[in-house]
């Protein structure tokens, strides 16, 4: 009842959009329905905008605005990605992720309960934003099923990507998100079809969401969201791992398209006697001398070849910047995606990651979640 006296102070004094951080609210009892429902009836009342309440409030890097704790603690970057998530923790986990990956924002929302803006009132914003290329979301529960298959259009022809992850698979996912927000989750199955109708990115855990927004977000930077083709091409210098990058993209069903024979020729004499003209290529042999010249040489060839639209290299423990830079300068003279990959997140360098977070190659940090990505990316 107290925030409900200061929200009617706020409309008296010409305040008409305000955050509410307090909770109490629906995701408590009964009794925080009813004030809830009273919140919504005296917003309509004075003609209020209210964020939350149960949120963590927002951010507008570009206004340079915030009623968040989010800006306080992390260190954020104006961008092209813009965050929209019920929940004010893990709207906090989706703002070190991209700091710590050199992504910057246009916006960070938390919604909360959602007793009078909605999760689709601020996609809606954040799509028709020019600085907006990405838009990520977490939702609990969607309060206006109808208005988000609007926004999901919206995207489709601004032709900008809409990554989502809707919590409430699981029968205790549903009972936290009903405790947390007061949302109902819903049927998955429904939620999974609409998404698949609609063109929407759907991801089921942080490392796959932090992937998407890497690549989407530096593909978008570079103009090349349209890609030309939908095969990927990856340099490996090991034939295990060319083995390993084979396996799982057959399991995430991503096409690494055979190479055309005159190609073929080129390489094996390229890399013979050691290396492997088959898609991955296996460049491990390559002497130090030569390694720079045809590490280059190699982007630039599958880069030539008609059914391949995206180009992987992966990255080595002891691969020097120069090397990196090849990729860089590749992708500037290419219309297709260049990107780095690594095997796995555990064993890369800090100085390798400030190195690519300030370049505008997407850097992915493991095969199976970066291969997903791209998939994505491609679908």
């Known amino acids: 009842t107290q925030v409900l ?11 008409g959009a305000i955050t509410v951080i307090t909770s109490g609210f629906a995701e408590m009892d009964e009794e ?5 429902q009273e919140m919504t009836r005296l917003a309509q009342e004075r003609d209020l905008l209210i964020c939350g309440p149960n949120c963590f409030g927002y951010v507008a890097m570009y206004q340079r605005f915030s009623s968040s704790i989010v800006y306080r603690v992390c260190p954020l970057r104006q961008g092209n990605v813009a965050g929209v998530v019920q929940s004010g923790g893990l709207l906090n986990q989706v703002a070190y992720s991209g700091v710590e990956r050199g ?6 929302i938390s919604t909360g309960n959602e007793a009078v803006l909605s999760s689709t009132d ?13 838009v990520v979301a977490i939702i609990e529960g969607f309060k206006h099923p109808e208005a988000f298959l609007r926004v999901a259009d919206l995207a489709l022809d601004l032709e900008k990507p809409l990554i989502l992850m809707k919590i409430g698979r699981s029968t205790k996912g549903q009972k936290a998100a009903a405790s947390h927000t007061g949302s109902l989750a819903g049927s998955f199955e429904v939620h999974d079809a609409v998404f698949r109708q609609k063109g929407v990115t759907r991801v089921d ?6 992937e998407c927004i890497e690549l989407f977000s530096k593909v978008r930077r ?17 034939g295990g791992g060319c083995g390993l990058i084979a396996d799982l993209a057959q399991k995430v069903g991503v096409d690494l398209p055979d190479l055309r024979p005159e190609t073929r020729r080129t390489v094996e004499e390229m890399l013979a006697p050691l290396g492997s003209a088959e898609n991955p290529l296996d460049i491990a042999g390559i002497t130090p001398e030569r390694d720079a010249a045809h590490h280059r040489s190699c982007l630039e060839i599958l880069g030539a070849e008609p059914q391949i639209g995206v180009i992987l290299s992966r990255l080595r423990g002891n691969t020097s910047e120069e090397r990196f830079r090849e990729v860089e300068l590749t992708e500037a003279e290419s219309p297709k995606v260049y990107g780095v990959i690594a095997r796995a997140s555990d064993n890369i360098e800090p100085e390798w990651c400030r190195i690519l977070e300030r370049s505008r190659v997407p850097f992915l940090r493991e095969f199976e979640k970066g291969l997903e990505a791209v998939k994505a990316l491609l679908t």
């Open 122 to 134: 601020y996609m809606d914003h954040v799509l028709r934003d020019d600085r907006t290329e990405v």
């Open 103 to 108: 992504i910057g924002f246009s916006y960070l």
């Open 222 to 238: 570079s103009g090349k969201h349209r890609i030309v083709s939908p095969g990927v091409g990856v340099i490996e210098v090991s």
């Open 32 to 36: 925080g329905r009813q004030l809830q």
């Open 205 to 210: 855990n942080f490392d796959q969401l932090s």
């Open 5 to 15: 006296g200061i929200l009617s102070a706020c409309a008296d004094h010409g305040i």
